[in-house]
């Protein structure tokens, strides 16, 4: 079972500023904790790395009150594009950050990488690029795990995927 | 660590399930132990290599089952039934996850495919009446004009051109065929079983062959439903008449709690799956990948009383 920490409609999170960490009396210290943390930086440099890229969002989802099969499919997000940073770019980075939209809450995922670049992107995005791929894997099967998603890339600049998940 | 012995009834050692149950075992034991995202990137890679090697998410279940049973094996001595079955549930999760990646590439595939058909649809319809509206009324001037001609020629030119008018008249015919190939218009006009049963005793005129129909349906089908199923027993009943040397046919299209079942049966020679392959195969296979781009599925018998069996089942939320 999930704890749900805070309640994310609350007003407070309309006012969220993450360089100007709230004080307000109705946050719980939960909440201060989220609002404080502002975005959590991982490199991605071997693949123990991706543990610690994914501890940081099962943390930060689990306060902003994702269902534990949710922190499940986002790690799972997580681990793919981690995955593709180390088998294409060798390195990278991962961050993980709250955000609000209108009434939303969700966490953002960007992972970054100065690599190659993708040539072609439409290519990379269908299934059977790749091995894992053929099984709907890869980046495409972190496409369909999280809620937005999206891919831009420059040939010998590097790669971003920039991925949303909305509670 | 050393892996406890694993119970009866596990993947024995060479079986390729083994080395998956092997490490499966020994990562849920170290989740156990010390809950930690480490061992839950294990399970996770684990389900991946699992989904990849083709193991499907039953064997899954088995292999969690046995690591489950050696580690309630292991914990009665101490008090972490309850964490141990915490845990179980937050690593099989995570195991399952890649199949869950799958599963929704799959939902979305046969959502593509579904489309791709509609749009498939809409273009045989388009051509059918290409051929059939535009086509073949340009000829009607033709034929006229050949009939006023006729009239004012020697008897002998007038012969070549009434020939002319026959090859015209063939050429309609083709048209409308084709036309109807691709779109039976009294689908259109009359629906399901109006055009089945026009089919069925179009089939017993053409070729003596008596076909029964009996359909219980009451509901309309999606249309591109309509034209599969049509299709299917078009492409059903022809190898029927080319090829089984039956004497009667009987087609019936029912409707289920959630799909509409329609079957082809034939009291003829059945069919050898080779022979087959080599006669049918294009039909059959058409008829397969239409079913299956409407989540149906399609079956081929041979009947105890002799003779074929063709049955496809397409789910009614289409």
Known sequence: MSKRLFDPQMAVLGTYNRDAPQTGGAATSALRSVLNAGEARVRIRSSADIVAARQQVRELASLVGFSTSNLTLIATAISEVAR??????????????????????????????????????????RDGFSTGQGMGMGLPGARRLMDDFEITSEIAKGTTVTMKKWL | ???????????????PLRTIVDSYVAAFHTYASEPGEFAL?????????????????????????????????GAVQ???????????????????SPFEMAHRGFREANTVLRRLNEMLE??????????????????????????????????????DV???????????????NL???????ILDDFGLVPALEFLCTSVSKRWGIPVHLHAAIDRNLAATVET???????????????????????????????????????????????????????????????????????????????????????????
């Open chain 1, 84 to 125: 593709n940073i180390l088998e294409y770019a060798g390195e990278g980075e991962i961050t993980v950050r709250f955000i609000r939209e209108g009434n939303r809450t969700g966490v953002k995922i960007v992972a970054s990488d100065a690599g190659p670049g993708i040539a072609d992107l439409k290519a990379v995005m």
């Open chain 2, 1 to 15: 660590m050393t892996v406890a012995a694993l119970p009866e009834g596990a993947p024995a050692v060479g079986d």
């Open chain 2, 41 to 73: 990137v294990r399970a996770y890679e684990l389900g991946r290599q699992a989904l990849i090697q083709g193991l499907g998410v039953l064997e899954m279940a088995t292999v969690h089952s046995v690591a489950l049973t050696v580690a309630f094996e």
């Open chain 2, 78 to 96: 101490h008090p972490g039934r309850e964490r141990l079955l915490e845990a179980s549930e937050k690593f099989l999760v995570e195991a399952l």
């Open chain 2, 122 to 159: 809409a273009q045989s319809k388009r051509i059918a009446y290409a051929l059939h509206d535009e086509a073949a009324q340009l000829l009607v001037p033709l034929h006229l004009g050949l009939a006023d001609v006729a009239h004012k020629v020697t008897p002998d030119i007038a012969t």
């Open chain 2, 162 to 176: 009434q020939g002319m008018r026959g090859l015209l008249d063939a050429i309609e015919e083709r048209l409308r």
């Open chain 2, 179 to 185: 036309s109807h190939e691709l779109r039976p218009p």
């Open chain 2, 228 to 318: 599969t199923l049509y299709r299917i027993t078009q492409e059903a009943l022809t190898n029927v008449a080319k090829h089984a040397r039956a004497t009667r046919a009987e087609v019936s299209l029912v409707r289920a709690a959630d799909a509409v079942i329609c079957s082809i049966d034939d009291n003829g020679v059945g069919f050898d799956a080779a022979a087959a392959s080599e006669r049918r195969g294009l039909g059959l296979s058409e008829i397969g990948e239409r079913v299956m781009g409407l989540g149906g599925t399609l079956s081929v018998g041979s009947r105890t009383a002799g003779g074929t069996s063709l049955t496809v089942r397409i789910p009614l939320e289409y």
